[in-house]
């Protein structure tokens, strides 16, 4: 099937811009013209300010979406306003291929959701075996130094405990020595 103009500038728009902008600025125009194609003898829905903060914002930044309202069959009233003066059948097409965008945008964002999680819960799992690995590391050196310990004592208990040794008494201190002195033959006293 050969794309019309509404398909190509939806294209344009989707393949250039951040897909959570994109999304955002689908559901402002589906919900404008989702409002018209409910009530479409209502002027206040078929009009809007492009001064709308929200639409500004979000809709108008994009460089194509004017020229997708005007595919649309939006006129500018002035520099302020843009009036729907086009065919209804035109707006529930766009509105139908919104919706397809806004679809396939949300099923992406989810996936990249689950990427994202699935990366998430796997570097977890990372530091988990990490923290594991060094617990176990460190189990296993304390109960190699227990053991250790355990070997060491039965060791210990094993040799030849040495006897008591008994020294000579030693007599420390000043002792008294009697010296005599006995003098022989001579002359003396």
Known sequence: MEKGPIDEVLDMIYTKYSKKYVKEA???????????INNPDDEKYKNFKKTNPNIKLKVLLIEEAIGLLLILGYEEKD???LVFKGDISRLKYATYVLK???EKIEKMMEEEKRI??????EEIRKQMDEVN???????????????????????????IKPTDSVA??????AHEVKVE???SGGGGR
Do not use: A, H, P, V
């Open 181 to 183: 002195f006995k003098c």
């Open 168 to 173: 000579k008494k030693m007599n420390y201190g």
């Open 116 to 121: 994202e999680e699935e990366k998430r819960q």
């Open 100 to 102: 397809n965008y806004i």
């Open 26 to 36: 689908f559901k402002i125009l589906e919900k404008l013209f989702f409002n018209i």
């Open 133 to 159: 690995k060094k617990y176990m590391m460190e189990k296993l050196e304390k109960e190699r130094l227990l053991q250790q310990c355990k070997n060491d004592r039965k060791e210990m208990s094993q040799r």
């Open 79 to 81: 520099d302020e306003f």
